[in-house]
């Protein structure tokens, strides 16, 4: 955890196959926003590193007969005998004071393979159960998280009456199911919806908004002590 002597860490994470994407530019801007605030950034690109989504048996080491994934989660942190990579994800989570979900919302929801980095590195016994509990008794409990997200759909189109309905409908699963369920405090959503239908210039401003809201949300979610 950071002290009040040391920069905050921001972990961001990262999930579109595009590089050259809106949500790419979208996330880059948040970094550099985050890194004028004073944050310490670290980027995962899940992509780029092509992350490996599905919590599988064969990395558990002792894994065999019935397979329970959290249970042998459990006692791969008790044991020592996490997978590597998810060692390395995981620890770079736990150094981080915000949690940043960067990703275009697809199928109304987090991409596959982001959803899957949740099911891998949001382990039993590190981050809740075990030694921990739920919620406010969590592993995480004191830091903060967001979601950084673009849509297809209108502003319009997501909000109650509109033709998908009310965007906290879609995000209360995350929100709540996810971030609050390991501890986190869960800091407004910064959305840019629709970028494909804007022009260049819309786009520009939309980065530039996204900067601005970055900036404020900086400034105000400073960690906080445990």
Do not use: C
Not at 98 to 105: D, T
């Amino acid at each position: 955890m950071s002290t009040s002597d040391a920069a905050p860490a921001a972990l961001i994470v990262h999930a579109h196959p595009e590089p050259h994407s809106f949500s790419t530019a979208q996330m880059t801007t948040a970094a550099a926003a985050l890194r004028d605030a004073g944050y310490r950034v670290d980027v995962l690109d899940l992509y780029a590193e092509e992350w490996n989504p599905i919590l599988a048996r064969d990395e558990f080491t002792q894994a065999g007969g019935y397979f329970k994934p959290q249970a042998e989660q459990q006692r791969a942190v008790k044991d020592g005998t996490l997978d590597a990579t998810v060692k390395v994800h995981l620890d770079r989570l736990l150094a981080a004071d915000l949690l940043v979900l960067s990703f275009p919302m697809w199928w109304f929801s987090l991409p596959a393979i982001l959803k899957g980095w949740v099911d891998r590195v949001f382990v039993m016994g590190a981050v809740f159960g075990g030694d921990y509990g739920l919620f406010d008794d969590a592993a995480l409990a004191g830091k903060r998280a967001m979601l950084l997200f673009t849509t297809g759909g209108s502003r319009e189109s997501f909000q109650s009456g509109g033709a998908f309905g009310s965007m906290d409908d879609f995000l209360s699963h995350i929100h709540r199911g996810m971030l609050e369920f390991v501890g986190y405090r869960v800091l407004d959503p910064v959305v840019t919806y629709a970028p494909a239908h804007m022009t260049d210039r819309e786009r520009a401003a939309a980065l530039d908004d996204v900067r601005k809201s970055i900036a404020l949300i900086a400034a105000n979610s400073r960690p906080v002590p445990r």
